[in-house]
């Protein structure tokens, strides 16, 4: 092994080698030294290698404005990667996540639908990508049970299409495919924690559709040879979360509350447990997953659980709010118990004493799934990677920190907001 790690059998097993090998191979060594290439361009030939150096490893990202799309974006262009997403059309804009993006040299869009293979067909014959991030989703859990035939089009066979395009473009040799699986397969949990080898148990219509994904993917590896992996994601949140996954609600309800733009808010199962790790370390998984020798399925998580409500109380006492829960069930109130806000949000009345969080059966979902705990044991010993870089406080901090600006900065606009963040969900205002 020299000083930059380039190691001597590596390099004589490269010879005679196809050319995506080589260049997948190449392109992983990073900060390369001039001794290393001379060493390489006499092994390879000086051509090739000079090919290598102008040629970019090309990832195609569907689902590139999700929260998830866009912080794999960021990381992949970071890594010198030629970054192609594939937006829907809408009537209106819906790019905010990559906004920042759009512009630099290297990321591209493309429009395509999950539900219309011959857009996805298009896109990847077009750009010939070595890696696919399949992150396109119907991704709330609740809207699965009210556009159950939706969600299984684009969560159950939009997989397939994705699959079937990248036949269709003969880049089945080439091409290594992540496809954005969940821990809603666990669902009605068989066991806690929750591993690899865990049996599923889906509770949802999303779930049911994410399975078919799952197995979509594994028959795909198995019968056409190609490297085609899932990631079996425990809950992931940031800054960037939708305004209706439980964690952002909560955080923008905080922030809200502490500068008197509302009065309540209404959750659904307090008691409901997850395993919640920080979208941004959690893209690093994804790409790990795409640079390991073979292709395997992982489950990434951090080991850590909590419930609903202690993601609550730490969000509110980041903004000076302590709260006490008391009563059971839909009776379940969080009382402030102490209000120790900055001064410049503090109102002329405490909110001590008062109810701000209320059970709402408008949040209960048919079937809930409650208890989600991951073991990452596979993903640190394989992939070396760290489920805990960011701890359960840190999350929250950031997400209240990042929530305190927005509100400030909207004003009063935050106040007419509320209402339809807190309903959204059930496609009603109230
Ligand atoms: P997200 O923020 O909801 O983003 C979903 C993305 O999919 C958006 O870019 C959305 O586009 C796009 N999309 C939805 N339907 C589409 C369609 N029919 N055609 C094309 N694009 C479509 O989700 P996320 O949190 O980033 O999650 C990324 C993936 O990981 C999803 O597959 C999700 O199911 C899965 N997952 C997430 C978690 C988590 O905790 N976040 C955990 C496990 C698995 P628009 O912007 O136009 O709506
Ligand atoms: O719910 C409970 C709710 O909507 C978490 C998606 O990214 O992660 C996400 O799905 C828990 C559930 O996320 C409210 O009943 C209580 O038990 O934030 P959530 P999710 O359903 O876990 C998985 C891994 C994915 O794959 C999905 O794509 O919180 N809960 N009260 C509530 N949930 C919501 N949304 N709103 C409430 O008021």
Redesign the pocket.
């Known amino acids: 092994m020299n000083q930059k790690g380039i190691n001597q059998r590596e390099l004589a097993d490269m010879i005679g080698k196809d050319e995506t090998v080589i260049s997948r191979w190449f392109a992983g060594k990073v900060g390369i030294s001039r001794s290393s290439v001379e060493l390489l361009e006499k092994a390879l030939g000086e051509k090739l290698i000079k090919d290598k150096q102008h040629n970019m490893k090309k990832a195609l990202i569907?689902?590139?404005?999700?929260?998830?799309?866009?912080y794999l974006s960021e990381f992949l262009l970071e890594k010198g990667y030629e970054v192609h997403g594939?937006?829907?059309r809408?009537s209106s804009d819906?790019?905010e996540?990559i906004s920042h993006l759009e512009g630099t040299p290297h990321f591209h869009l493309h429009y395509?639908?999950?539900?219309d293979s011959m857009s996805l067909v298009k896109v990847v014959t077009m750009v010939r990508p070595d890696e696919i991030y399949?992150?396109?989703?119907?991704?709330?859990v609740q809207v699965s049970f009210d556009s159950p035939e939706?969600t299984a089009?684009?969560?159950a066979t939009?997989v397939l299409r994705v699959l079937e395009a990248v036949r269709a473009a003969g880049l089945e040799n080439t091409c290594r495919i992540y496809q954005?699986?969940?821990?809603?397969l666990y669902g009605k949990v068989e066991e806690v924690p929750q591993n690899e080898n865990t049996p599923f148990h889906p509770y949802s219509p999303?779930a049911v559709a994410?399975l078919y994904g799952y197995w979509i993917i594994r028959e795909y590896r198995e019968a056409y040879n190609m490297f085609c992996c899932s990631?079996?994601?425990?809950?992931?949140?940031s800054e960037?979360?939708?305004e209706t996954?439980v964690t952002r609600k909560i955080t923008l309800a905080a922030a809200r509350i502490a500068q008197g733009l509302q009065d309540c808010l209404y959750l659904g199962n307090l008691s409901s447990l997850r395993d919640w790790g920080y979208?941004k370390d959690y893209v690093e998984c994804m790409w790990l997953i795409l640079q390991n020798d073979k292709p395997e399925d992982f489950v990434i998580a951090t080991g850590v659980q909590h419930s609903v409500r202690e993601f609550a109380y730490y969000a509110f006492k980041h903004v000076g709010i302590e709260l006490e829960f008391k009563g059971k069930g839909l009776d379940e109130i969080g009382v402030c118990v102490s209000d120790n806000r900055h001064s410049v949000h503090k109102k002329d009345t405490s909110l001590v004493g008062k109810a701000l969080i209320k059970v709402s059966p408008d949040f209960y979902r048919p079937t809930d799934v409650v208890n989600l705990w991951g073991d990452p044991t596979k993903a640190k010993a394989k992939l070396g990677w760290n489920p805990n870089k960011t701890s359960f406080e840190e999350l929250v901090k950031i997400m209240v920190d990042s929530d305190m600006a927005k509100v400030a900065g909207e004003g009063a606009a935050a106040k007419v907001r509320t209402n339809l963040a807190e309903y959204l969900e059930k496609g009603i205002v109230k």
């Open positions: 569907t689902g590139v404005t999700g929260q998830d799309g866009s594939v937006i829907r809408n819906h790019r996540r395509g639908h999950m539900e399949n992150l396109a989703a119907q991704s709330h939706f089009d684009v969560d939009g954005a699986s969940t821990s809603e999303y994410k990631g079996i994601l425990f809950n992931h949140e960037r979360r939708g996954f979208a």
